[in-house]
């Protein structure tokens, strides 16, 4: 049996006399294991920051809406062309990270780091310097925050690890087996390289690999663990045998990359595994096990609470996912945390009347009420001169299709709101034929929750809703 890992705060007001309650019910909150519910946990990290992951793995990741973890080797990385060997460009690096990847580190140097002493940050050749400069250029390059670094060789012991606890929040190994979180090392992180097997003379050749991989992930996803993968060239499979001449290291096709993210997409549309940075991982499992929930009050109309821990909370930001049990007779839920606000969908769990909610533990006031508060009428005129249909797939993530029928020539526009009735997004404004059109809706850029698309031509207006479920 699948065992769920839940941190439950049930807080009554008899026992808690700091908190007002001005009824009989009880809120529940219980942060769940991984984010949205999922079963399991998955991250991509690539090794040495090779111009072939920009090139060729970073756009199959983004065409999945999937992010990875690009470890680094700060000083091998060019500004623009003549490139050092096979090594990557800041630029590119900058736009992956912009593109929300995460760029962790791999030292400067790309040492057996337990050869080294442990030095300090002023002398080269240490440990201390190797990890310090690393992370700071990268940090000034990004104007971000790197708290991720892959051992050279993944090679590491006690001294290195305690070290490179004073720089980073995990440090990403080898293994055979996923992470475990009964068991989880944050400096020891597993992650798994697939090797290939000779001959390679065409994608087919692959497959057993491609297959075996499959079996692997689908154990960590059975163990509600997290799976993480080690990968360095990313070609396309014409490219394949030059690399292997060149005796590089078990270079991967775009093929099989694709090939693999696209069973993977089946699997986390299923919510059987999120696919994350490992830095964000890393980040979730930590504020899970140290956030704890404080109810501020509740009655039959309000809940509101709070998340809070004893992390950096320049770091630690990340969204927690949880259930929050709501009074039976809530047909709807609305939450609003700062300036966040959402409408719920309302389900029946363990905890009776539920919703899922996506919320920061920064300690701020978090909102459920049984009232949502929006501007859009979704009440329509009986006669239309258009058609305007329910969007496909939906729930989505992040791309959707809307289609709409015209009776007549119009003038039309096709617009994103959210909850509050704010215009995001502009599909379309301007003169369409009679006919049958279809427009997709990237969702890329937007968080999970409910938005709705309106279509007008002047005289009527349709409005339907939709959910976003990243």
């Not at 404080?294 to 930001?317: A, T, V």
Request: aromatic share 14%; proline share 6%.
């Amino acid at each position: 049996m699948i065992r769920n890992i839940f941190i439950t705060a049930i807080i009554l007001a008899a026992n808690l006399p700091l908190y007002s309650q001005a009824s009989s019910f009880a809120p529940q909150i219980e942060i769940l294991k991984w984010r949205w519910g999922y079963n399991s946990a998955f991250s991509f990290t690539f090794d040495d920051g090779l111009l072939s992951q920009t090139q060729y793995a970073a756009p199959v990741l983004d065409q999945f809406g999937f992010k990875g973890t690009f470890y680094v080797l700060p000083p091998f990385l060019k500004e623009s062309s003549p490139a050092i060997w096979r090594y990557g460009y800041w630029p590119d690096y900058q736009v992956v990270s912009w593109n929300g990847h995460e760029v962790g580190s791999h030292t400067l140097n790309h040492p057996y780091l337990t050869s080294l002493p442990a030095g300090d940050t002023l002398t080269p050749n240490t440990i201390h310097y190797e990890l310090y400069h690393s992370q700071q250029q990268i940090n000034n390059r990004l104007n971000t925050r790197c708290v991720s670094i892959a051992y050279p060789y993944s090679d590491h012991n006690p001294l290195v690890d305690s070290l490179t606890k004073i720089y980073f929040k995990s440090g990403r190994s080898v293994g055979p087996f996923p992470n475990h979180d009964s068991s989880i090392q944050f400096y020891s992180l597993t992650s798994y390289p697939v090797t290939f097997s000779l001959p390679r003379n065409s994608t087919s050749d692959d497959l057993d690999e491609l297959n075996d991989f499959i079996c692997w992930t689908e154990n960590s996803i059975t163990d509600s663990s997290w799976g993480i993968i080690m990968i360095h060239e990313v070609v396309p499979f014409a490219q394949v045998p030059d690399l292997l001449n060149q005796g590089l290291y078990e270079p991967m096709s775009t093929e099989w990359l694709s090939a693999y993210c696209t069973w993977l997409e089946a699997k986390s549309n299923n919510a059987e595994v999120w696919v994350e940075t490992a830095g964000n991982v890393i980040k979730y499992i930590k504020e899970r096990n140290n956030t704890s929930s404080q109810i501020i009050s509740s009655n039959e109309d309000e809940i509101k609470f709070r998340l809070i821990h004893n992390l950096e909370p320049d770091i630690y930001n990340y969204n927690l996912t949880l259930l929050a049990g709501i009074p039976d007779q809530w047909e709807s839920c609305y939450l609003n945390q700062a300036s966040r606000y959402d409408s719920l969908v309302v389900f029946q769990s363990h905890l009776g009347n539920t919703v899922m909610v996506d919320a920061i533990p920064d300690g701020t006031e978090i909102t459920l009420s049984r009232n949502t508060l929006t501007n859009i009428d979704e009440a329509t005129p009986e006669n239309f001169s258009f058609k305007l249909n329910q969007n496909y797939p939906n729930p989505f993530n992040p791309v959707t299709t809307i289609t709409y029928q015209l009776y007549s020539p119009s003038n039309i526009t096709l617009k994103i709101y959210d909850v509050l009735g704010n215009e995001l997004k502009e599909l379309f404004e301007g003169y369409k034929t009679s006919g049958s059109y279809e427009v997709k809706f990237d969702a890329h850029e937007f968080p999970s929750g409910i938005y709705f698309y309106r279509l007008s031509d002047g005289n009527s207006t349709k409005t339907m809703k939709m959910i976003l479920l990243k």
